[in-house]
């Protein structure tokens, strides 16, 4: 039912901003919490950020906060990620999800994924 597709993924100095794009599908986008999850080699997919489909609240990894920010804009269907302050530690892949339960802290309530973004951070 929803298509996630991400974008804006790249080779970034550390120090450096990326902003990461989450264009869905569907009429009921509107309706569903979102969420930033990443995956380095060798280690476990681990939450990252997450908004309410109202927009007003969000959750972040203490890994990331005050450097990340999660936002959406429901009229054109998606989800940022602005990363800023990047370290070497956040070269991951980065997936976007979707799902409608809250709090969406927890990866195993997502139903749908995106493809995944490669975001490097070199030193």
């Known amino acids: 039912q929803v298509q996630l597709v991400e974008s804006g993924g790249g080779l970034v100095q550390a120090g450096d901003s990326l902003r990461l794009s989450c264009a869905a599908s569907?009429?009921?986008?509107?309706?569903?919490?979102m969420g930033w999850f990443r995956q380095a080699p060798g280690k476990e997919r681990e939450f990252v950020a997450t908004?309410?489909?109202?927009?007003?609240?969000?959750y972040y990894a203490d890994s990331v906060k005050g450097r990340f920010t999660i936002s959406r804009d429901n009229a054109k269907n998606t989800v940022y990620l602005q990363m800023n302050s990047l370290k070497p530690e956040d070269t991951a892949v980065y997936y976007c999800?979707?799902?409608?339960?809250?709090?969406?802290?927890?990866?195993?309530?997502?139903?749908?994924w995106g493809q995944g973004t490669q975001v490097t951070v070199s030193s």
């Open positions: 999800a979707a799902t409608r339960s809250w709090p969406g802290t927890f990866q195993e309530t997502y139903a749908y």
């Open positions: 569907g009429r009921t986008f509107s309706t569903y919490v």
């Open positions: 908004i309410h489909w109202n927009g007003g609240t969000t």
